[in-house]
């Protein structure tokens, strides 16, 4: 599909070497078409990788789909230039009066953190607010699903004995919702997190529905009845080596971390494994945009409410 992005975008050179179409906005503009508006919150520290794990899911779809970046005014980022922040991303106070086909909050590595103790958390909360009436849908990715849920409904984080790292069976509870149409009985996501959400606390709000869950990860996806929120705990945007990193990463900190589970083959770190979520995470990335977005969104954006 044709992702209409930012002209010299770093994350142009990524997709174009996996033969991803991608329309720079400069060609965009020149089609007599209205595309959906995807506004991406990106929260995590290292951007430009986040932006391309992303925009390379976005991407399969015949659906033009202009990306907006977004990142918060109330945090510096140590591990992104600001030069790159200048050159691509806006802040909420620039976009406040728009509204959007989709949107797409991240996750962010700061689970030991009370949500209340988060620096940008008073800004989160205003946008997450502002989604109900400026945006048709919108997905919230792990740190986000539990913040999002947390704002929306109370539902409490618990921390975990140890990391949940690695790629984990999961199943899905209801193979008539859109969401997961096309996905097998059993299918493989990667998780990366101290913290999860319980389905006890899930299954009092009967606004919310459990789509998919693992018998050693947990909860996966949780929606609205309206499929206005997708709640997605794990991280289907991950690339092939992304686990790997965030191991190697955490080994050089010095902290005590277990490998990931399932990932490595013969659990040696020096073996890459075969990819086994790449097909899945294409699947819940473009029947989000066509049964949550494209299908639900007015033709006139400014009718978004």
Request: charged share 25%.
């Amino acid at each position: 599909m044709p992702l209409n992005i930012p002209d010299k975008l770093p994350a142009i050179d990524v997709l174009e070497k996996e033969n991803i179409f991608v329309m720079k906005a400069t060609r965009a503009i020149h089609q007599d078409i209205r595309p959906l508006r995807v506004i991406i919150l990106n929260l995590m520290p290292i951007k430009i990788a986040t932006e391309a794990h992303i925009l390379r899911l976005l991407s399969n779809t015949p659906l033009q789909v202009e990306i907006v970046l977004l990142h918060t005014a109330d945090h510096i980022s140590k591990n992104t230039s600001m030069e790159h922040l200048k050159a691509f991303y806006k802040t909420f106070h620039q976009i406040e009066g728009d509204k959007f086909d989709g949107m797409i909050i991240t996750g962010a590595p700061i689970e030991h953190l009370e949500f209340e103790e988060v620096n940008y958390w008073n800004e989160l909360q205003g946008i997450m607010d502002w989604t109900r009436t400026h945006v048709t849908s919108t997905m919230f990715i792990c740190w986000g699903a539990q913040a999002g849920l947390y704002h929306f409904y109370k539902v409490p984080k618990y921390t975990l004995p140890q990391k949940m790292f690695g790629v984990f069976d999961h199943t899905v509870n209801n193979p008539l919702i859109p969401l997961i149409r096309g996905y097998d009985e059993v299918f493989h996501a990667p998780h990366s997190r101290y913290t999860e959400i319980r389905k006890a606390d899930i299954e009092k709000i009967k606004d919310l529905e459990i789509v998919a869950e693992s018998e050693e990860a947990g909860l996966f996806i949780v929606m609205s009845k309206t499929g206005r929120q997708i709640y997605v705990t794990g991280h289907a945007e991950y690339d092939p080596t992304t686990l790997k990193e965030e191991y190697e990463r955490d080994i050089k900190k010095g902290l005590d971390i277990e490998l990931p589970k399932n990932y490595f083959k013969h659990n040696n770190p020096s073996n890459m494994t075969k990819v086994r979520w790449k097909s899945h995470a294409h699947l819940l990335f473009l029947n989000w945009l066509n049964y949550y977005v494209y299908q639900m969104t007015p033709y006139n954006i400014e009718d978004i409410d």
